[in-house]
């Protein structure tokens, strides 16, 4: 079954909040206002139901993609015919193994959805090597077993900011698909975040997700994924563009769709232009979120001809102007998932305590991302906070 995948429609319906009756009517409005369910998938098709785990977090993070959210687009496609395997794998600070699926599944709230709906939690935890010769970067990927065995993907994403990549939603997600201790190789090749984005286009089109879902009723604002704070944007988006998905949510949330790299790259290969997405169902400007905090790396806001030249020298000299990375030692535990992640090979775990050596810190936040405990506080020089005040 071959959906339309350029298709730039995006679904706005508004959502509240997490309550069963109220979810499942606002994702299926959303999905019957782009088609209906059978313009995605056919009935007996194995679908993987690919969220955003993350690393497993409690709900009322939001970290991760709401199980109520899950459980409505399961219930749907369970009801459409199809067999449903929901499947990620875990940040890269966390060995894939099926000890920490379990752990990660029950925090996030999906054990009790696969066993109210009926689908199936995946506990393989191989992965297989699949082609892209087409890939501007990428000509291959190691993608895990329940992704390549699937019939088809349906992404059910979380809308948070990134203090990396500015921004993660439906795009970005399709990353969990890499096994979990191969990112940072990644994260290492492609240092600088439009160059990681014209992976995830190569990733994203070579495995093809058919729809996608987003939750974007209690989003993360400020220093996410992982360590920002809840902010409600009461949305379910829904399309079948990961770009034309994502372009609504930055504008939703205040950013420039093409600073994002994943849309700029999109864009930059003509598989979409961000001016011609269109929306049906709810006006986005009344759901809009003006002043939605953005991370501290966050430089966006405008392109006049001065600001241009300051945003050309932070470029240039990105380590003095980037937050650095340091460790707030009576909050560290001495976990080790920083240390496994960095993909230089910066920090190191002595006698309990991470250390970061910043001389060989590229500035990718992994570390950032994947402390559960808050232990990472990022700070910038004398000179970091110039720029950022000539930024602001």
């Known amino acids: 079954m071959q959906p339309v995948w350029r298709d730039a429609t995006v679904a706005v319906v508004r959502c509240g909040g997490y309550g069963r009756d109220e979810v499942d009517a606002a994702v299926s409005r959303a999905i019957d206002l782009i088609g209906g369910m059978g313009r995605f998938v056919a009935p007996k098709e194995l679908v993987l139901l690919k969220p955003n785990l993350l690393q497993g977090q409690e709900p009322e993070r939001c970290v991760t993609t709401h199980p109520a959210v899950v459980a409505a687009v399961a219930r749907l496609l369970v009801g459409h015919g199809c067999q449903v395997v929901i499947g990620d794998s875990p940040g890269a600070g966390i060995v894939y193994n099926e000890t920490n699926l379990r752990r990660a599944y029950a925090r996030a709230g999906y054990t009790a959805v696969a066993e109210e709906t009926s689908v199936v939690l995946n506990y393989d935890t191989g992965y297989q090597t699949v082609s892209y010769p087409e890939g501007a970067v990428m000509k291959q990927f190691s993608i895990i077993t329940p992704a390549v065995a699937a019939d088809a993907i349906v992404v059910v994403s979380k809308a948070k900011t990134h203090m990396w990549t500015r921004m993660t939603g439906a795009a970005k997600n399709l990353f969990g698909l890499i096994p979990g201790l191969e990112k940072p190789v ?207």
């Not at 492609?190 to 997700?209: H, I, S, T």
């Not at 997405?277 to 979120?289: E, K």
């Not at 496994?340 to 810190?361: M, Q, Y």
């Open 186 to 392: 990644f994260h290492f090749r492609f240092q600088d975040e439009y160059a990681f984005g014209r992976m995830l286009v190569d990733l994203n089109e070579c495995m093809k997700p058919r729809l996608q879902v987003m939750d974007a009723v209690m989003a993360m604002e400020g220093d996410g994924p992982q360590a920002g704070s809840p902010r409600k944007v009461g949305v379910i988006l829904a399309g079948s563009d990961p770009a034309a998905v994502d372009t609504v949510l930055a504008r939703l949330i205040g950013m420039d769709p093409l600073e994002i790299g994943s849309i700029r790259s999109a864009a930059a290969r003509g598989l979409i232009d961000p001016t011609a997405v269109r929306t049906v169902g709810d006006d986005p400007a009344d759901l809009a979120v003006p002043d939605f905090k953005k991370p501290s790396t966050y430089t966006g806001g405008g392109a006049g001809p001065w600001r241009r030249v300051v945003l050309a020298i932070t470029q240039r000299f990105g380590k003095t102007y980037a937050p650095r990375p340091g460790v707030v030692g009576e909050a560290c535990i001495g976990c080790g998932k920083c240390e496994r992640i960095c993909p230089v090979h910066a920090v190191t775990v002595t006698e309990g305590r991470a250390t970061i050596d910043l001389s060989r810190c590229i500035r990718c936040y992994c570390c950032h991302e994947i402390c559960t405990e808050r232990a990472i506080a990022l700070s910038r020089g004398l000179a970091g906070r110039l720029l950022a005040r000539l930024l602001g």
